[in-house]
């Protein structure tokens, strides 16, 4: 069964998807646009408390009853920033549920196991995209859900978008940082939280002072824009949500003016769960071009992976894993931004080589594995961590 969700509305019908679907035996129609769908806020409940159940009591869950009667998924989406809006990005974030939080490797990736059926992604997108980048972002996705990309296909004639970017124009030292955390998790549970403040004890030492923003509360959007819009640099700090930017981090990014008064720059600190450089490329891509349709220029790209377990981890080892940022933020204060070979080498390995894939498989995932369960016996879980509550 093809299931499309329409995120855009009545400006795009069922006559102008219909014939974009290869496989027509069976299409089911569903327009979001209207329907009560919230941004993934990262709690982890569908992985490690209520495995399979998402804990937000909203629309989504007649979506995900129907995604696991289906083979192939089209997002019908805007665009912007010429990748996906928040409406389609934040649809994505939600599939979760569908996968494992265990992870292992398939097809040479490190990956989350599945926890139905693999799923097929297509994209039908409206207005200006770089066509690379959403079907990179096709492949990628559906790949972490064992299936393949149906294509990302424009729903009308659009012209493609390269986003071209300005590297680093302020020669300055840094004074002040403002820091963004652009996690939807609440800044108490959240790993970008604990890696930021490790970040900024190397800030300290050279004597820059900072201040943290989140992106979890709403109700600091106001301070949050004011603060980027009047200080000359900016570092947003987030986690890695299905191969891009948490659909929460988007609506706030799209409400920020295309211009602004004075000279400002982006940098940025990825992070996300899984270990290898690659699985932040298309999203180290999509930064590159952000900051110039801001009004600012890129002050480059932190990348680290290997964050799951910060939350789920001992003290004493979660602690570990973020001390290595210390100095990244020394070495941020020295040059202002992450235009560095140090900065560069800092992602790790692109992919592991098959023998040490065997031994990570071997020696480390299936500890991880079992940390994941004791965590959810601690979170009161009851069912098993692979349950298929809706087959
Ligand atoms: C909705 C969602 C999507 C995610 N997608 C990815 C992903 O595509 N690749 C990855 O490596 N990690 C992914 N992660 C893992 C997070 O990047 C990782 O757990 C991170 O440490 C969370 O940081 P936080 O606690 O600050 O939110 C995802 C997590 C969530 C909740």
Known sequence: MNLVLNTIGASVDNDMICPLIPDKKEVEIINTSDMKIAHCMGCNQCWLKTPGICAIKDDYESILKKLVQAENLWLASDTRFGFLDYRGKRMMDRIMP???????????????????????????????????????????????????????????????????????????????????????????????????HSFAKGLEETGITWELHNLSNRKEWDATREAILTHERTLIAFPLYVECVPGLMLEFLETLPTERQQPGELSFLLHGGMDEGNEF????RFLKGLPTQLGCSYGGTLIHGGSFRIRTAKADIAEKMVAPYVNMGRLFAQKGNFLTPEATKFAGPEQYPWLLRKMVSLLFLKKVNEEFDHFAKEWGCTRPLNDKPYS
């Open 98 to 196: 569908m996968l494992n939080m265990t992870v292992g490797f398939r097809d040479g990736w490190m990956r989350h196991e599945m926890r139905y059926h693999p799923l097929n992604i297509g994209l039908l997108y409206k207005g200006d995209a770089d066509q690379a980048k959403m079907e990179d972002w096709c492949k990628r996705t559906a790949a972490n859900i064992g299936g393949h990309s149906l294509g990302a296909i424009p729903l009308e004639k659009t012209s493609e978008t390269t986003l071209n970017y300005k590297l680093s124009t302020i020669n300055s030292k840094p004074s002040h940082l403002i820091i963004i955390n652009g996690s939807p998790r609440v800044a108490k549970f959240s790993n970008t939280d604990k890696i930021i």
């Open 281 to 284: 490329r298309l999203c180290e």
